[in-house]
């Protein structure tokens, strides 16, 4: 992927949809990670080909290298090894990213 990213078109509201797995799905700049949202989410999914599998894998691997653990039924979610406060849930803002 180059960096800065190329840019991106807006989504033109009443464009058809494909399924957010489908390899043409709306051009969103981002690293193929396999899917465009919650489907096929699995990290180790069989059915996720290719530079999609090598980038899950290449993010599970790095950030397992950094003490993170990889929750397997979601590859986007990692949990800090050793995390200091593990029952505790922090709530604040996140700043406007506009």
Not at 3 to 32: I, K, M, S, W
Not at 85 to 97: I, M, Q
Request: a negative charge.
């Amino acid at each position: 992927m180059e960096l800065p990213p190329r840019p991106q078109r807006p989504y033109r509201p009443g464009e058809t949809l494909v399924p957010c797995y489908a390899p043409d799905r709306f051009p969103d700049n981002t690293v193929d990670m396999g899917t465009g949202y919650d489907t096929l989410s699995n990290t180790d999914d069989p059915r996720i080909p290719g530079e999609a599998r090598a980038n899950r894998q290449l993010l599970k691997n790095t950030l397992a290298a950094a003490r993170f653990r990889n929750l397997a039924e979601e590859w986007w979610h990692y949990t800090f090894n050793g995390e200091p406060f593990p029952d505790t849930y922090f709530d604040f803002p996140s700043p406007d990213p506009r």
